[in-house]
């Protein structure tokens, strides 16, 4: 589990790095240029030219070492430094005389003065300290870099952009590609900040771990190694009854498909007895494409219309494909009332709740909701950006005692307890028709299995992005269906499973 700190925790670490290994501030900026060369140097080809764009804080220091390294190692680097009127700071004038050693910098009064001729361009204006828009000057210049048909690289962060907040008011870096020190930042994890920041790599420049126990923070990067492999163990005396039975309510007219990848998500994720409740329309298709499934057939032809004796499953899948008929809304409210136990709730589900907001007070605690940004919005109300999204999902979870899912790049799973994960795994070829349902079967599995609901988020996310990421391996990610998932997700629970799992 990644700890997502503010720039204001990060600088205290850093100090606390300082104090108590103890190292200096300029060999701790020497610690993390070198490290940000190591990494640049396995993604670089030939010996392409660099320009190496400086600020007068820490970050130009930065810059002026990884310059000086890129040097010594061979490549052709021409270093600038941009002239705002302000002292260097103490580390960037000590790590500026550093690079005077060896080479000349260009200064930049102007932006007229500025000739990027590289095929890279290192951006390390300002980093992480940012607390105001980039405007005149520096503006000028961060348009330059943008337009250039070079490769931009932030050292930590792009110039321009605020590290725990959506501010995009000003001129910001474009990066391609930013390389951040020790754990990246809130703001690259939100669509509309992270646009700038490209791919993002974090690497390790030796902070004192002492100080993230007892650091705390509501914001966490959920990773594959966080998956505890005992969630999935299966003893040899063990039977069906003791993996969940689970109801899937899904489907309509044109739209079991979704039926169909929400119920062998929830088998291929290990439950232990299936039942799927559909329309008539739906009965032939699913009975013989899953024939591992019991189907349970609405009265209604093209529609769900009523469910009956719910009381013997332990989660209720809801939603997928099954249409906004006045009828299926219906049921929605009785399954609230009669059914006492964590719900998974998604697609059309929740589209129904947005039609009738008091349901959403009705929906059993610790059920989880996986709506992506259109149903988000729906149901909640539109946002300015995405930290405003997670903020609210996060005072509803709280005051709802609910877990919510906001779908997309780096979901987020937001808990009742007030923390935010971001997930780690996944890719965009998963933008694609029905991967949706196969994350509701997944999540209806494991809680079926005994899991609780936010644990059942969590490593439901990480699961379905990480059968993504196999499929995208496999197919490609233009090529890439919601069908491909379930294909992948063998592979997936084998390496959780497996001893030697990290």
């Excluded at 720039?7 to 940000?36: G, V």
């Excluded at 000739?115 to 405007?135: C, H, K, P, Q, W």
């Excluded at 940004?373 to 005072?395: H, Q, V």
């Excluded at 709280?398 to 877990?403: N, P, S, V």
Aim: aromatic share 6%; with cysteine.
């Amino acid at each position: 589990m990644i700890k997502i700190l503010s720039a204001e925790q990060i600088r205290r670490w850093d100090l606390f790095t300082i104090k108590n290994e103890p190292i200096s501030s300029i060999d701790l900026m020497e610690r993390a240029s070198s490290a940000f060369v190591k990494l640049l140097l396995t993604k670089v080809k030939g010996q392409p030219r660099v320009d190496v764009v400086c600020g007068p804080g820490n970050n130009g220091g930065d810059g002026f070492a990884i310059a000086r390294l890129l040097i010594g190692n061979g490549l052709k680097v021409n270093c600038h430094l941009i002239d705002f009127g302000l002292k260097l700071s103490e580390d960037c004038r000590k790590s500026y005389r550093r690079f005077l050693d060896i080479s000349q910098v260009n200064i930049v009064k102007q932006a007229k003065d500025l000739s990027l001729n590289g095929e890279i361009v290192i951006d390390a204006m300002f980093g992480s300290g940012l607390n105001r828009s980039a405007t005149g000057l520096a503006a000028e210049v961060i348009q330059l870099i943008n337009q250039s048909q070079s490769k931009t690289i932030a050292v930590d962060m792009p110039s321009g952009l605020f590290a725990d907040k959506v501010n995009l008011s000003g001129k910001i870096i474009e990066a391609d590609w930013t390389i951040t020190f020790q754990a990246p930042k809130l703001s690259f994890l939100i669509p509309e900040s992270g646009y700038y920041v490209g791919e993002w790599s974090a690497v390790d420049i030796g902070l004192n771990p002492d100080f993230l126990k007892t650091e705390s923070t509501d914001f966490f990067i959920f990773e594959k190694s966080d998956i505890d492999h005992s969630l999935f163990d299966r003893k040899k005396f063990d039977h069906k009854g003791k993996y969940g039975r689970v109801l899937i309510v899904a489907g309509s007219l044109g739209k079991i498909g979704a039926a169909y990848l929400s119920s062998k998500a929830a088998l291929k994720s290990g439950a232990g007895l299936l039942t799927v409740h559909i329309p008539q329309v739906g009965y032939a298709p699913i009975q013989t494409s899953l024939p591992e499934a019991m189907v349970s057939v609405d009265p209604e032809q093209e529609f769900v219309s009523e469910i009956n004796k719910v009381e013997g499953f332990d989660v209720i899948g809801i939603g997928p494909g099954l249409g906004d008929n006045p009828k299926t809304g219906k049921i929605i409210k009785e399954l609230f009332t009669s059914f006492n136990k964590p719900m998974a709730i998604d697609a059309d589900a929740l589209n129904l709740i947005a039609l009738d907001k008091e349901l959403i007070d009705l929906v059993p605690k610790g059920s989880v909701l996986t709506p992506h940004i259109g149903e988000f919005n729906r149901l909640f109300g539109e946002c300015d950006n995405g930290l405003e999204r997670i903020e609210k999902i996060r005072t509803i979870a709280i005051e709802k005692q609910l877990i919510i899912v906001l779908k997309g790049a780096h979901s987020v799973v937001a808990t009742p307890d007030g923390e935010i994960y971001f997930n780690s795994t996944g890719n965009s070829g998963m933008a694609t028709a029905g991967c949706g349902d196969v994350l509701t079967g997944i999540i209806s599995a494991l809680m079926a299995r005994g899991s609780d609901s936010s644990t059942s988020a969590r490593v439901g996310v990480c699961i379905h992005g990480w059968a993504g990421d196999l499929a995208e391996n496999t197919v490609g990610k233009t090529a890439l269906m919601a069908s491909d998932l379930l294909c992948a997700l063998p592979e997936v629970f084998s390496n959780v499973e497996s001893s030697d799992f990290i």
